[in-house]
Nanobody, 123 residues
Framework: QVQLVESGGGLVQAGGSLRLSCAAS????????MGWFRQAPGKEREFVAA????????YYPDSVKGRFTVSRDNAKNTVYLIMRSLKPEDTAVYYC????????????????WGQGTQVTVSS
């Protein structure tokens, strides 16, 4: 069982930056691929970023590529999402996700979810 706790959300103006953190419980953090998803009101949950267990590979959809950066510190059992050049359309609840071993970009394949943190980008 893995428990995930996100932090770092908030209100930011368009063009600004935020860093989200996700602290994970458990002793096998490095064996989990980690990801971030987001869900805006009235929309489906969508993939935002993912990173392999070692941190050696990262994945992004085109909508955030070049603006968002995912990283992890396995010694601290924490994964981060740095978001730059934020746009109003980035407004959503952001969720941390953990998967045993493999990356997934599909919400229904995620093994564990955090509770979510709200990110609001004002224009």
């Amino acid at each position: 069982q893995v428990q995930l706790v996100e932090s770092g959300g908030g209100l930011v103006q368009a063009g600004g930056s935020l860093r989200l953190s996700c602290a994970a419980s458990g002793r096998t953090f490095s064996s989990y691929a980690m990801g971030w998803f987001r869900q805006a009101p009235g929309k489906e949950r969508e993939f935002v970023a993912a990173i392999t267990g070692s941190g050696g590979s990262t994945y992004y959809p085109d909508s955030v590529k070049g603006r968002f950066t995912v990283s992890r510190d396995n010694a601290k059992n924490t994964v981060y999402l740095i978001m730059r050049s934020l746009k109003p359309e980035d407004t959503a609840v952001y969720y941390c996700a953990a998967n045993r071993a493999v990356i997934t970009t599909k919400p229904h394949q995620v093994d564990y979810w955090g509770q979510g943190t709200q990110v609001t980008v004002s224009s």
